[in-house]
């Protein structure tokens, strides 16, 4: 292995790199297209390629391992502290590889292809729950502004608006009704291709053991499961499972100088979509958490009671993470203890 090292600055069509040697020297610094970056890397003997983590950063970082280079993804928030001067190409891939050369960060983990096939999977599910909720919002407002109410939830508004649309009784114009005929055949339409991803959703999980492990924990269904082994990986890259709630922003902010510690409000750090599926799924546990007698239930209900329920649901969050981490990391099945700590 090349002890030096290339800090590499990714682009759709024009790519920047620059060289430090074994000290940290910079060597140079140069510009390559597309076809030229594959050129070279392929030519050269392995060497060590810091990148940030970013939208094409797990394709480059899959081909350029098979030509045998050893890459690493940063984060962008902690390469940015390493940026010197204005902002260019070139000085980003400096930052990018000084970061990389001190080596004090944890880098990302580069997502396999089915890793990447089942963040789509989410991306496109997430688009598509998130339209339909706009548009019920929007057929309940244009309702309102006519005298006609439904009230919250898609539930209601499915059912309501095909008698409205019927009813003589309204002040509904013609026009108004063909237009609400159109965004209800949208919602319709929304609906079955929800459910179709719902339907995929359940069979994929059938099928990942590793997800079925996963369901076996509260406040795990399969959503929640599917985004936490898509998000965690194979969870090595973290020592322990309080580096991997950490990672997804469920522990308190820090605010201490000298001997005064202060800790404020959840970090929010990593992946927001992962972090609200956890935190929902805590919620519903919690909810529940007063009906029932077991050492999880009490524990929660102190919480509640001493720290309030918001508290409690991200505590409880945060808990489900650490063993979430254990049950991937260590190939482990949930088991409920008589006393928890």
Known sequence: MNHTLIGLDLA?????????????????????????????????????????????????????TAMGHQVELLAPKHVKGYLRGQKNDYN?????????????????????????????????????????????NQIRGLLAEYGVTIPQGIK????????????????????????????????????????????????????????????EIPGFGPVVSSAMACWMGDGHQFRKGRDASAALGVVPRQFTSGDKERLGGITKRGDSYVRTQVINGARAVVAQARRKSDPLSRWINRLVDTRGYNRAVVALANKLIRIAWVVIARGERYQPREVLV
Request: one cysteine or more.
């Open 12 to 64: 759709k069509s024009t790519f920047h790199a620059i060289k430090l040697d074994r000290h940290g020297k910079l060597r140079w610094r140069r510009k390559y297209s597309r076809a030229q970056l594959i050129r070279y890397f392929a030519a050269r003997r392995a060497t060590r390629i810091a990148m940030e983590a970013c939208g094409t950063s797990n394709h480059w970082a899959r081909q350029l």
């Open 92 to 136: 980003d891939a400096q930052a990018i590889a000084e970061a990389a050369f001190h080596g004090s960060m944890r880098p990302v983990p580069v997502k396999s292809l089915a890793q990447q096939d089942a963040q789509v999977f989410h991306r496109i599910r997430r688009q598509l729950v998130g339209e339909r909720i706009r548009l019920v």
């Open 156 to 215: 209601h508004v499915r059912q309501s608006v095909p008698g409205i649309l019927e009813s003589a009784d309204n002040e509904l114009t013609p026009r108004f009704r063909a237009l609400l005929h159109r965004q209800y055949r949208r919602l319709v339409a929304l609906d079955e291709e929800i459910d179709w991803y719902a339907e995929q959703l359940a069979t994929q999980v059938k099928e990942d053991e590793v997800c079925q492990r996963l369901m």
